[in-house]
């Protein structure tokens, strides 16, 4: 019942800085744990980072000290702020949703996923 759109993507250069956002329905939102992943051309989509319901955070450690991934659940929407961005962060990027109370990295533990947002790094 949760549906997911993000934006925010387009083209930086590297050292550059984007926000995603993620915007959910429901009233349910604030439930769902949050997970951010991204997919570059003939790799497999791979974890970012992750926000709990009540906002415990986890990173994957390429993008550690680099990315923010935050929630306002007061707007239904998740963040992930990526700063001093390098071109192998060149990806399609995924919100995701998770009902699970268990922390995860696996997409398929995911329930709800959105439409991908592209993030071009030029060097």
């Known amino acids: 019942q949760v549906q997911l759109v993000e934006s925010g993507g387009g083209l930086v250069q590297a050292g550059g800085s984007l926000r995603l956002s993620c915007a959910a329905s429901?009233?349910?939102?604030?439930?769902?744990?949050m997970g951010w992943f991204r997919q570059a051309p003939g790799k497999e989509r791979e974890f970012v980072a992750r926000i709990s319901w009540n906002s415990m955070t986890y990173y994957a450690d390429s993008v550690k000290g680099r990315f923010t991934i935050s929630r306002d659940n007061a707007r239904n929407t998740a963040y992930l702020q990526m700063n001093s961005l390098k071109p192998e962060d060149t990806a399609v990027y995924y919100c995701a949703a998770d009902r699970g109370m268990v922390a995860t990295t696996e997409p398929q533990n995911y329930d709800f996923w959105g439409q991908g947002t592209q993030v071009t790094v030029s060097s």
């Open positions: 429901g009233r349910t939102f604030s439930n769902y744990a």
